[in-house]
């Protein structure tokens, strides 16, 4: 904990939890999809369901698929903006087994067909538990600068990876291997301490067996 | 390095130091953080900013909360400020600048959580007050958020600053505190006075409960930053004076953890009891989810 973590963040109201973690959340899903989006069809569970309206989370979570940070004063404006960009939107209520209560699951399509679904929860503070994407079981709050590393399940890959950010002087505070099929597609969840720069993103993205890598900042 | 576990141990350093907390606190952020004073500085500096600028913009007569609850309030409260109203102007002019915060807060507005959204107006009612009344500098008033910053981190670590675990004591109770000690600080007050005027806040909060009508961030909370200021100035005044706290600061605020375990859950953020559940409270909650 540091001084900044009372005095700020900076954020758009009016609820860290509902607000600024939900506009993190749909960011998350914007940055792993990579393009464009035209269509974001977003199911909420627990208390996002009942409350998402007055608390302006849906306005929240539309300007993070739309990329925006959570002190963005185009937060408020968000479904206009949606509309005038072609960006479609959806809500549901969903009972999502036992979620947080601030649980959302986000499906997005790009304008060149990618395709993705992330769900995580707002746990306060504006922080955030992300708990799966496409499919596979993650687990990380957005506290840390996170890595996350698509790949394939292939001899090597770990230590390609983890050699790498060692040798770029990297600490990796935390560590996690989601692979829901032996050989096929997994992801790595990686915290660290430090800044991450965008060279080392870069340099991990063309190891092999590497499909993305994306950044999630801390708040 | 400082270890932010007690209010007591930072005094009595910025004592020895012959310094104030603001600036111990400052110098040892930017050690551990690993990043210069004067970037960490500039950082508080905008954050100041940006509590200016959501007073200024708060104030607009026209402004609502997105759930159609509140708003407009703060309009009122600046144009009789200026009568000097019961308690006088400069009181009035900062009840005004909290309940703007506040209000744009609930508007979607940009706002520093200090320590959290629902408690944001807290700071720029008094930090902001002193320093837009002319009573310091704009150097002094970004020094003082260190030194609020430094009491929300030792309550943070030995008590809580969120409402779902401690109630608003932890939410406007804690700022409260913070905005005490900071105001000390900017009158030319001792970290001794800062901590007495911290445990006098503490102390007048304690048992707070938390509970939004609807779960919204609008009712009681924009009104209950207005009675965090009050509480903030005359703390801060009665430290000045000479005053002590009998009851250590550290150890109210352990008083305010154990009362923050035992309220029920349902005086927590939930929104189960107090406010939110009375028959108001229900209508208006229903009103906004649309049921009726
Ligand atoms: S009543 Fe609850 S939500 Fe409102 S300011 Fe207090 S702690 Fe925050």
């Not at chain 2, 924009?222 to 005053?243: E, P, Q, Y």
């Amino acid at each position: 904990m540091n001084v900044f973590d009372i005095i700020g963040p900076v954020m758009i109201g009016p609820s860290s939890s509902h607000t600024a973690g939900a506009v993190r959340l749909g960011r998350v899903a914007w940055k792993i999809l990579e393009e464009k989006t035209v269509r974001a069809d977003i199911s909420l569970s627990g208390s996002f369901a009942q409350t998402y309206r007055g608390h302006g989370t849906d306005k929240a979570l539309v300007a993070g698929i739309m990329g925006m940070h959570s002190d963005d004063e185009r937060i408020r404006r968000s479904l206009a903006l949606a509309d005038e960009e072609g960006l479609v939107y959806s809500f549901k209520a969903l009972d999502i087994r036992d979620a947080h209560p601030n649980t959302a699951r986000i499906h997005l399509k790009g304008e060149n067909g990618a395709e993705c679904t992330v769900q995580g929860a707002s746990i306060g503070g504006g922080n955030i538990l992300v708990s799966e994407i496409n499919g596979m079981e993650v687990s990380f709050t957005g506290q840390y600068n996170t890595l996350m590393v698509l790949h394939y399940d292939k001899p090597g890959t770990i230590a390609a990876v983890t050699n790498f950010m060692a040798y770029s002087g990297t600490n990796i505070g935390n560590f996690r291997l989601s692979r829901p099929k032996k050989g096929g597609e997994a992801v790595m969840t990686i915290e660290v301490d430090q800044d991450v720069d965008e060279s080392l993103i870069q340099s991990l993205r063309i190891l092999p067996n590497v499909i993305n890598v994306i950044l999630i900042r801390a708040i | 390095m400082l270890d932010y576990n007690s209010i007591a141990a930072i005094c009595e350093a910025a004592k020895q130091k012959q310094t104030t907390i603001s600036a111990l606190v400052l110098s040892d952020q930017a050690e551990q953080m690993e990043i210069p004073e004067e970037k960490l500085y500039e950082r508080m500096k905008k954050s100041l900013h940006v509590m200016q600028e959501a007073v200024k913009e708060g104030k607009n007569p026209d402004i609502r909360s997105t759930s159609g609850l509140t708003g407009g309030d703060a309009a009122k409260v600046e144009s009789y400020a200026h009568t000097g109203g019961i308690t006088g102007k400069f009181l009035n002019h900062a009840m005004a600048r909290a309940v703007a915060v506040s209000e744009y807060n609930a508007a979607m507005g940009k706002i520093v959580a200090s320590p959290t959204a629902g408690s944001c107006g807290i700071l720029p009612g008094t930090v902001v007050s002193m320093l837009e009344e002319g009573r310091c500098d704009e150097h002094a008033a970004v020094m003082a958020l260190f030194t609020a910053g430094a009491i929300g981190m030792v309550i943070a670590a030995k008590a809580s600053i969120a409402g779902a675990q401690g109630g608003c004591q932890a939410e406007c109770g804690s700022a409260s505190a913070m905005a005490a000690a900071a105001l000390v600080e900017l009158a030319g007050g001792t970290p001794a006075q800062a901590a007495h005027a911290c445990a006098m806040a503490i102390k007048n909060q304690l048992g707070l409960v938390c509970d939004p009508v609807a779960g919204l961030v609008e009712i009681p909370c924009i009104k209950r930053n207005v009675s965090g200021i009050a509480i903030a100035f005359t703390s801060a005044d009665m430290a000045l004076a000479g005053v002590e706290s009998k009851i250590p600061v550290d150890e109210c605020i352990l008083a305010m953890r154990q009362v923050g375990d035992m309220l029920p859950c349902t005086l927590k953020e939930t929104s189960q009891a107090g406010l939110a559940a009375t028959p108001t409270g229900i209508l208006l909650k229903k009103q906004v989810f649309g049921e009726i």
